[in-house]
């Protein structure tokens, strides 16, 4: 059941604390079960809580939405806020990401069609276990992408209390989504089952795998490739914008 608060005066921070912990957790072990091993449960309801007393004291109940629903938000983007600061990539990793996606833009535009793996490590002048290397990299940093999962916490929230985006903001997110839906249902059938499998079903990793009869190293692969693939394809969009 949902629990407002109609106003600060009416409970303490202690109380909202005590009545909203199953709340933290319950969002934390949500995001463990994608996260990497080098993220902890218990660094997560920690950032979870301070996003909790942060709603504590920017609530204004005559904006309409209960606690609840802004205490969630507030809480997953301080969780997300948290799993950012953990993200200890090296630029060179970023680079490659960069360059892979340049490499499977340039193949689909001359050939028409899926970029396939051995395709892309020839462009880029590696050896295809090097290639994987590559994907095995990106999907321990970028299997929880905070940049293409998270709706933004702040960014919902603005729109719940008030900030609200201009027609023309509206139009383009719009689009964007519309574009996104295009281009995810143009990827190569696993790829797109992976995706679906991972982020509407939430099933993890090892889960996946069982699905499909690979190991979960292969399905990292098969996922890191699914996002480079989607922003190569979705290059054309942000330019444009």
Request: one cysteine or more.
């Amino acid at each position: 059941m949902d629990m407002a608060i109609p106003t600060r005066e009416a409970t303490t921070a202690n109380e909202v604390v005590l009545t909203h912990t199953p709340l933290v957790r319950r969002i934390a072990y949500h995001l463990i079960a994608r996260l990497p091993s080098n993220v902890q449960v218990d660094d997560l309801i920690q950032s979870g809580m301070i996003g909790l007393l942060e709603a504590f004291r920017n609530y204004e109940a005559s904006h309409g939405a209960s606690f609840e629903t802004y205490a969630g938000i507030r809480i997953r983007g301080a969780m997300l806020d948290e799993i950012r600061r953990l993200d200890w990539a090296p630029r060179s990793l970023f680079r490659k990401m960069r360059q892979v996606s340049d490499a499977m833009r340039e193949i689909e535009c001359s050939e028409a069609r899926d970029a396939r793996d051995v395709e892309i490590a020839e462009r880029l002048g590696i050896e295809l276990s090097e290639y994987h290397r590559i994907l095995k990299d990106a999907s321990m940093h970028k299997v929880f992408s905070t940049e293409e999962l998270a709706t933004g916490a702040d960014n919902i929230a603005r729109g719940l209390f008030g900030d609200i985006a201009g027609p023309l903001e509206r139009l383009e997110n719009s689009e964007f989504r519309l574009y996104m839906k295009r281009a995810i249902g143009s990827l190569p059938e696993r790829e797109q089952l992976v995706m679906s499998l991972y982020y509407d079903e939430d099933l993890n990793l090892r889960e996946i795998g069982d699905v499909l009869g690979v190991t979960e190293s292969r399905v990292c692969q098969i996922h890191a490739q699914a996002v480079l693939r989607l922003r190569a394809r979705l290059r054309d969009w942000r330019e444009a914008h």
